[in-house]
């Protein structure tokens, strides 16, 4: 069992930058799959991007891709996503999630933060 903890959300004008953090407590931390979503009120949890346990691998939905970067630093068991070029309509809930299979879609993952608002004004 992994806790998460989002950090860094808030307030934005479009075109800015802003790095989300998430730290997770627990031994098997560095064996985790990770990965972020969001959520627009109304709508769906929606994939961001991923990264495997190792880092060698990292996922993005087409929408941020070349804007969004994610990483992780094992060592300080905390997992970042550096975001870019934001637009309004990104608004939204941005969850961490924790899996043992690489995958994109929220079933996959089964640990879960509480979530950071993040809001773009035009």
């Known amino acids: 069992q992994v806790q998460l903890v989002e950090s860094g959300g808030g307030l934005v004008q479009a075109g800015g930058s802003l790095r989300l953090s998430c730290a997770a407590s627990?031994?098997?931390?560095?064996?985790?799959?990770m990965g972020w979503f969001r959520q627009a009120p109304g709508k769906e949890r929606e994939f961001v991007a991923a990264?495997?346990?190792?880092?060698?691998?990292?996922s993005y939905a087409d929408s941020v891709k070349f804007r969004f970067t994610i990483s992780r630093d094992n060592a300080k068991n905390t997992i970042y996503l550096q975001m870019n070029r934001l637009k309004p309509e990104e608004t939204a809930v941005y969850y961490c999630a924790a899996s043992n299979s690489y995958g994109t879609k929220a079933a996959d993952f089964g640990s879960w933060g509480q979530g950071t608002q993040v809001t773009v004004s035009s």
């Open positions: 627990g031994r098997t931390f560095s064996r985790l799959n």
């Open positions: 990264i495997s346990w190792t880092g060698g691998s990292t």
